[in-house]
């Protein structure tokens, strides 16, 4: 194949749909709380498999060429970490009616 087929399907679907998403929250639609939560949780999720990908495949061997230490362990724990912000708050808001006026 020429193209990874996961490009296109993050072109092609999953960005498209995030703006659409940033849309219905900036509209405070329905859709936009529940495929925003959908949204940062996958992103966190992601984010930490990967972490936690690249810091196994570094374990298993040093030289390999498909992992890159511990270079990109920490930056997407960090991602991991700064998703959980507002993702936390969210929750927090959705789950929790009336805490968000504390």
Do not use: K
């Amino acid at each position: 194949m020429t193209t990874n087929p996961i490009y296109v399907q993050d072109l092609a679907v999953w960005l498209p749909l995030a703006a659409v998403t940033a849309v219905w929250l900036w509209r405070r639609r329905s859709w936009g709380l529940v495929v925003g939560g959908a949204y940062l949780t996958m992103w966190v999720l992601e984010s930490l498999t990967i972490a936690t990908d690249q810091w196994f495949g570094h374990q298993a061997d040093h030289a390999s060429p498909v992992v890159s230490s511990s270079s990109m362990v920490l930056p997407f724990a960090a991602f991991a970490l700064i998703g959980c912000v507002p993702l936390v708050l969210l929750l927090r808001r959705l789950l929790l009616p009336g805490a968000h006026h504390a």
